[in-house]
């Protein structure tokens, strides 16, 4: 069983930063591409980011290109989303996510294409 624990959610005001760390527990996160997405009130859940295996490939929803970071340390079995530049339209609960499959090439986008998931941290950017 793996387990995931989001932190690092809070309030910023717009143009702000956050940044937010996911922790695995278990052995069965090097191999695996991990995944940050969010869902907003109202909204579907939708793909932010996503990180292979090794950390040397990354993906981005259109909408944080060039505002957000993905980035991983595969000895402390940890995620990160660095977040700048932050607009109320980001306001969501923040989830992580492990890939169904080990040793993707490229992160999947996709929520079928995640098993495990954390319990999810609030962003709330005020404007």
């Known amino acids: 069983q793996v387990q995931l624990v989001e932190s690092g959610g809070g309030l910023v005001q717009a143009g702000g930063s956050l940044r937010l760390s996911c922790a695995a527990s278990g052995r069965t996160f090097v191999g695996y591409a991990m995944g940050w997405f969010r869902q907003a009130p109202g909204k579907e859940r939708e793909f932010v980011a996503g990180i292979s295996w090794s950390g040397g490939r990354t993906d981005y929803a259109d909408s944080v290109k060039g505002r957000f970071t993905i980035s991983r340390d595969n000895a402390k079995n940890t995620v990160y989303l660095q977040m700048n530049s932050l607009k109320p339209e980001d306001t969501a609960v923040y989830y992580c996510?492990?890939?169904?499959?080990?040793?993707?090439?490229?992160?999947?986008?996709?929520?079928?294409?995640?098993?495990?998931w954390g319990q999810g941290t609030q962003v709330t950017v005020s404007s």
């Open positions: 996510a492990r890939s169904r499959s080990a040793i993707m090439v490229l992160p999947p986008t996709h929520g079928y294409e995640y098993d495990y």
